[in-house]
C-alpha cells in the first residue's frame, strides 16, 4: 500500500507517536502525552532502563528490534498501532538515509528532504538560492590562505571535523578516502536556530499557504574545542599532541538580540520557501546553523531539516515559544501538527 492508503486506513482515534530511543526521544514522548497521544518506543534488543527514571518521557509501549535497518521489516506491525513516525538525527543515522527513506511507515515531514540535507553539495544549492549567505567553499585544498573547516560527508555530531590553516596542514589530518567539503572558518558567534513550519495553519509568521514559528535557539557544547583553547592556541595545542574535534557533548540555551529577529524569520520563510520549489516543501522542525558576524550578519553553515538535539533544553518551553504557548516544547508542538492534521482531515499534508 502506499502512504496515503495506509493513513485512509489508520483509525484516527488511536495514533500512535512512534520514535527510535535516543537524540529527543524524551522531548518527544512527552509531547505526545501532553497532547494525549499514546506512544511507541523503538529499541534495540532491550528496553531501555533509564526511562523508568523519566515516566513523563518514557513510551506507553516498546517495540524491541535487533537491528534498526530492519524497522521496514515490521511495517505491517506499525500499520496496525496507527503508528506516525518522527524522525530525528539518531533515527536516520541508525537507520541508514536509504533505508530511512524508502519506509513504508507513515512519517512526519516530507522525507524528499533527506536528499537534499545529506548531501552537502545539494545543501548548498538549496540554501545559496535561497538568498541565504554561507561560508566560502575552497575547491583546490592548494588554495587553502585562511583557516579552513573541513567536513566529511553525513558526519553527524561534529565527529570528523578538522581545521587546517593551510595545504601542508590539510595533508597531514586528510582521509581522502571518504568524501568531504572544505569551507572557511567563519569567526563569530555561534546560534542554531530551532523553527516550526506548518503548512496547515496560519498562526504565526505568514509563509506560503501556511505559517512559520520561532520556538527556541541553543548553542552546542563541543569537545575537546570549547575547553582547549585555554592550554594555548590550535597551533601550540597540535605540537602538544593534541588534536582539537567538534564532537557535540551538550547544549547551552541562548536569546538573541531581539533586532536580530527579523534577519532570523527572514532566513527561515525563504529557505521553506525554495523546499516548495525544489522538493515538494519542509514540514514542521527545523533548525539554521548560523554564525553571528561581528556585523551582526548571519551565515548559515548547516541545515538540519528535522528536530536537533539543542531543543531539549527546552521541555519546559522558552523564552520564544512562552510567547506562543506557555511550556510550549518543539516535541509538543509536533503532537499539536498531528493533532490539528487529524482534525481538519490533512493528516496527507504532513506525513509521507
Known amino acids: 500500500m502506499g502512504i496515503e492508503e495506509i493513513i485512509s486506513s489508520y483509525d484516527k482515534k ?32 532491550e528496553e531501555p532502563s533509564f526511562y523508568k ?12 528490534v535487533e537491528n534498526y535497518k530492519k524497522i521496514n521489516e515490521y511495517s505491517s506491525h ?25 519506509m513504508n ?27 541565504i549567505k554561507m561560508p566560502e567553499i575552497i575547491e583546490d585544498a592548494k588554495d587553502i590562505n585562511k583557516p579552513v573547516i573541513v567536513k566529511y560527508y553525513g558526519a553527524k555530531g561534529g565527529r570528523g571535523f578538522f581545521i587546517a ?26 546560534y542554531y536556530i530551532h523553527y516550526f513550519y506548518s503548512p496547515i495553519q496560519k498562526n504565526g509568521y505568514p509563509v506560503g499557504n501556511g505559517s512559520l514559528q520561532l520556538l527556541s535557539i541553543d548553542r552546542r557544547d563541543e569537545t575537546n574545542i570549547d575547553e582547549a583553547h585555554r592550554l594555548g592556541s590550535i597551533s601550540e595545542l597540535e605540537d602538544m ?27 527561515g520563510a525563504r529557505v521553506v520557501k525554495k523546499a516548495y520549489q525544489l522538493f515538494g516543501g519542509l514540514v514542521g522542525p527545523f533548525c539554521l546553523e548560523t554564525v553571528v558576524t561581528d556585523a551582526l550578519q548571519f551565515r548559515v553553515f548547516e541545515i538540519s531539516a528535522r528536530i536537533v538535539a539543542g531543543t531539549n533544553l527546552f521541555i519546559s518551553g522558552s523564552p520564544y ?22 482534525e481538519r482531515d490533512k493528516l496527507d499534508k504532513i506525513l509521507s
Open 14 to 45: 488511536d495514533i500512535r507517536i512512534t520514535t527510535v530511543c535516543s537524540h529527543s526521544s524524551l522531548q518527544i514522548f512527552n509531547g505526545a502525552r501532553k497532547e494525549g497521544f499514546k506512544s511507541i518506543g523503538i529499541a534495540i534488543k
Open 241 to 267: 599532541g593534541i588534536q582539537p574535534t567538534f564532537i557535540v557533548t551538550g547544549n547551552i540555551p541562548i536569546v538573541l538580540r531581539e533586532s536580530l529577529l527579523p534577519k532570523v524569520f527572514d532566513m
Open 53 to 64: 527514571a523519566f515516566p513523563l518521557g518514557k513510551p506507553d509501549e516498546f517495540f524491541i
Open 321 to 342: 515559544s512562552d510567547l506562543i504557548q506557555p511550556s510550549l516544547s518543539t516535541g509538543q508542538r509536533i503532537a499539536q501538527e498531528i493533532k490539528v492534521a487529524i
Open 105 to 131: 511507515i507513515p512519517t512526519f515531514g516530507n522525507k524528499s528532504v533527506l536528499q537534499w540535507e545529506s548531501d552537502r553539495e545539494k545543501e548548498r544549492q538549496w540554501l545559496e538560492e535561497a538568498g
Open 78 to 102: 506499525f500499520h496496525k498501532k496507527n503508528a506516525i513516525i518522527i524522525p530525528h538525527g539518531s533515527f536516520v543515522e541508525y537507520m541508514g538515509a536509504e533505508n530511512f527513506f524508502k
Open 165 to 190: 590553516k593551510d595545504y601542508n596542514d590539510f595533508k597531514k589530518k586528510i582521509d581522502e578516502s571518504k568524501p568531504y567539503i572544505i569551507q572557511e572558518f567563519l569567526i563569530g558567534t555561534r
